[in-house]
Antibody, heavy 115, light 107 residues
Framework: QVQLQESGPGMVKPSETLSLTCTVSGGSMRNYYWSWIRQPPGRRLEWIAYVYSSGSTNYNPSLKSRVTISIDRSRNQFSLKMTSVTAADTAVYYC?????????WGPGTLVTVSS | EIVLTQSPGTLSLSPGETASLSCRASQSVNSGYLAWYQQKPGQAPRLVIYGASARATGIPDRFSGSGSGTDFTLTISGLEPEDFAVYYCQQYSGLPWTFGQGTKVDI
């Protein structure tokens, strides 16, 4: 199984853009789905988006207008950008490898939206 | 969107007992595309069951999954101290992939 590690700022101001990167190690990114999933404090997990190793993407309709996911296989990384954030976007953000079910997860990074 | 509802919210049990966790879907989950995860405080979720009944790598055989259509169950036979955690179900039958709200297995 691969290892994943999220990186990015822990705090973002309201209305600004949240940017996170996931670095994958211990295996190839080929022929797999790579997802971002978040968990607001005390709430259920929410799938945000996935990117396939080919670069094709799919988004949760509830977030689609504000989210972009991308992959850089040369760096073994994939990234998330979320625009116009509000306090409701405060959550632990996880990156994961997916075959529909998420079989490997990063440890997660807390992102707080606050001025 | 497929909505998953888990019950009960909290299950209070003792080591050695059997836990039975329910996950009900708002519409049929095709081909048993349902997974279960275990999450402990401050940790990422860990895959326990996929395909409704297949155990993930390294998961002991006291964990078993069953069900089809709209009703699924995770059973933990003979609870060990390390099994006390929150368990989430997730469907990957249709997009967007969705999760249940979780069941806490408590001592």
């Amino acid at each position: 199984q691969v290892q994943l590690q999220e990186s990015g700022p822990g705090m973002v101001k309201p209305s600004e853009t949240l940017s996170l990167t996931c670095t994958v190690s211990g295996g190839s990114m080929r022929n797999y789905y790579w997802s971002w999933i978040r968990q607001p404090p005390g709430r259920r997990l929410e799938w945000i988006a996935y990117v396939y190793s080919s670069g094709s993407t799919n988004y949760n309709p509830s977030l689609k207008s504000r989210v972009t996911i991308s992959i850089d296989r040369s760096r073994n990384q994939f990234s998330l950008k979320m625009t116009s954030v509000t306090a409701a976007d405060t959550a632990v953000y996880y990156c994961a490898s997916h075959a529909g079910y998420a079989d490997s997860w990063g440890p997660g990074t807390l992102v707080t939206v606050s001025s | 969107e497929i909505v998953l509802t888990q019950s009960p919210g909290t299950l209070s049990l003792s080591p050695g007992e059997t836990a039975s966790l329910s996950c009900r879907a708002s519409q049929s989950v095709n081909s048993g595309y349902l997974a279960w995860y275990q999450q402990k405080p401050g940790q990422a979720p860990r895959l326990v069951i996929y395909g409704a009944s297949a155990r993930a790598t390294g998961i002991p055989d006291r964990f078993s999954g069953s069900g089809s259509g709209t009703d699924f169950t995770l059973t933990i036979s003979g609870l060990e101290p390390e099994d006390f955690a929150v368990y989430y179900c997730q469907q990957y039958s249709g997009l967007p992939w969705t999760f249940g709200q979780g069941t806490k297995v408590d001592i």
